[in-house]
């Protein structure tokens, strides 16, 4: 049996380097006779937002072509048989010896930032907060583009910031192997971002959409306890500073210098393409 005895609260920001679109499926109503819409969140005056599940999503596909892993097409495999799958163990998933092992890691949805909404909302957009890109199908035999092949693709313009959150959840337990300790999820946290850097999110990354620049900047923990039938929750700064002294190593913490440079020569705000 496990209990959780750590918790680590993560946050940190995504800042577009290119366009970003993240749909809102087919299953909404077409906004403005676009035929791509991206994803908005409805009681936040329905500004774009990144669902904590597209993030987790792409980082663990990532990781799992990182691994050379397949968990969902390899459920027969002797690493999810034996509950050794490491990306399971840390992003959850199906272990033979434990039904349904649940996320360590859980990523929250991802708001802009104050600063990236009032700027957006300065610029008069046709639809709020976004740009809106036609695209055709180049043939690639003649270099031409084909008929009838004009999309309209909604996107959150390059230059925007979002917040982000993750929360780790540290669980011990004796004789359970398949429980990843506070460093293989650290670990394992990090190369997804680090992934995630050097690739894309939402669509059309092949079309050099999507690309962001992530990282930390803010780290709490706490200490879970039991003891006579109640629930300890403690602040634990040692941990705290483990996390931070770490992910300043990775190179995950902090705004990056070359945003830095960026935003003090561009202060006329984001830079639609
Ligand atoms: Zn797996």
Redesign the pocket.
Known sequence: MTRLSKKILLRGKIHLKTGLHIGAGKERVKIGGLDNPVVRALLRDGEPYIPGSSLKGKIRSLI?QAYG?D?MG?RN?P??ENGS?K??QVFG?V?ANQANHASRVIFRDAYMTAESKRRLEILDTPLPYTEVKAETAIDRITGRARSGTLRQTERVPAGTEFEFEVMVNVFKGEHEPSEPSEEELREMLCEGISLLNKDYLGASGSRGYGQVAVWFEECQAWTISSQNGKVDIKGDDETKSKWEKELQNKGLWGRPSELIADRESKEQGSKPQ
Request: aromatic content about 8%.
């Open positions: 799992e892993y968990c390899q495999d690493r999810h799958c990306v399971c998933g272990l």
